[in-house]
């Protein structure tokens, strides 16, 4: 399987609007890959918390509309990364996409630990409580956004679901960067899956992104990593990979503590 991941730099200079144009044409030109990602809140900017009303959208609503139309045009799986989501009873939340090659709305996810402590996101957004997979043909996801990474407990629970391939679209902080490698890296060792950990770039409200995109395979090792500009990894992934590490090094098996 044959997956990109595009490190979108965010310019608060840059409209709403022209970036949605723009992430659709980067989109198209991953024509011949199986999945694209997108990361998280890519927008609006995962912290211009001041802008988050004012960019909320329903499910169809602009961006899922350019995504679905880039899914189509490219013959691809798309996670459109997450939007600032206005349920129609009225929270908020922070909501990850996903499209078929037909361009249909297969998934969405909504991010369940929200980051802030007592502000911004934390306050601003309602939490999700849904553990989302998404069969393709050669894998099965499981959906993740940011603050996620930190609480293993749910990248559990999506292996038990079936996951082997974890998706992450993050806004995460340079100052942050070693944590975001580090989790990514733990992740996948610990669950023997993929990770695909998707980052921005540029700078969010004054908050520097780590960039760093990253894809580690079932043992730990690092396929490709990006810097901290906006770049498109492309990595072909051999899905046969994961049952094969599983089999050969069962430690999955020889869970006692929170196994179903």
Known sequence: MRASLIQIGVD???????RRTRVASLVREQRGSDLVVLPELWTVGAFAYESFAEEAEPL??????????????????????????????GPLYN??????????????????HRFGFDKGEAVMMAPGSEVVTV?????????????DLRFPELFRALVDAGAQTLVVPAGWPARRREHWTLFAKARAVENQSYVLACDTA?????????????????WGEVLAEAGTGEEVLTVDLDTARVAKIRDDFPALKDRLLGRK
């Open 12 to 18: 608060p200079d840059e409209p709403v609007a022209e």
């Open 60 to 89: 169809d609503g602009p961006t899922a509309e350019a995504m679905a139309a880039a899914a189509w045009d490219t013959g691809v799986w798309l996670h459109a990364g997450s939007i600032v989501e206005r349920d129609p009873d």
């Open 95 to 112: 909501t990850s996409l996903v499209f078929s090659p037909n361009g249909d709305l297969v998934r969405t996810y909504r991010k369940i």
């Open 135 to 147: 069969p393709l043909p050669q894998t099965t996801l499981g959906l993740a956004t940011c603050y």
């Open 202 to 218: 540029g700078t969010h409200a004054g908050v520097e992104q780590a960039g760093h995109s990253i894809v580690v395979d079932p």
